[in-house]
């Protein structure tokens, strides 16, 4: 237990716990997930919160890869974590496509930045951007343990192409969740939650506290029926994929790698005393 305890202090000493309630839950989790050499994929790294909490769990013997488009943002990364050798900064946007493409973004607001328009206010300036997706990224990669996606709206168009390392690596995934974002960039949650749920992710979402729950949750928040615009969603993989993110049931015995088997303890939990129907 000391031993955790001084982990957490250090790493948070590093990369300070943001008021942003959001980044708090993150935060938490990541420093309970990660360990010494993993591989991080930071998507949508804004201005490094998020990297340098990852960069201090994983160690010199480990990496993550920042992935952010705005050029003055990515100015700031490199300002802050330029000197940590685990980490690599990586100017681009990622998508369903690879090419070039607008990107918009909220002069006053740095994690006001996004591909699509509908999904940003009307104070914004246009930029252009190199897109990538993670497919094409994958052989430039080691394994990766944890993918983490804050992208205003393109997680599902990220997901889409990324499929081949999914499939390879069978990564941790956490991810916003927000529908209106989810449809200004031509998709939704029930079906980017489906494409995870074929490949055999099962879901949770992330409270203020960086604890997993029930995906009651989740099921509201697509219904309309919850008071968030949006949530902080972690997906795990399981050994049998499912044909929709609905029919999912947590594996028993869990099936994920021990470091990681405190995820089902609150769904088994939640799905043993609660109805999953709709």
Known sequence: MARDDTRSTAVL??????????????????VTQLREGMTVVDIGANQGELTAVAAACVGTSGRVLAYEPSPATAQTLRERLGDAPQVEIRQCALAGRAGTSAFYVDPSKSTSSTLYLDAIGPTRKEIRVRVETLDAEASQLPPVDLIKIDAQGAEGRILEAA?????????????????????????????LLNDLAGLGYHFHPL?????????GKIRALLAGELRSA????????????SREWREVRPP?????????RVLCHAWIAAASSAALSV
């Open 13 to 30: 000493a590093y990369a300070p716990l943001m008021a942003d309630s959001t980044h708090s839950g993150l935060t938490a989790f990541l």
């Open 163 to 191: 499929r081949r390392l999914l499939k390879r690596d069978k990564p941790l995934l956490i991810f916003e969740l927000w529908p209106h974002g989810l449809r200004a960039a031509g998709t939704d949650g029930t079906r």
């Open 207 to 215: 409270n203020a506290k960086g604890r997993v729950g029930h995906d």
């Open 230 to 241: 949006a949530l902080n969603v972690v997906a795990h993989p399981r050994r049998w994929p």
């Open 252 to 260: 028993e015995p869990c099936v994920l790698p021990r470091t990681h």
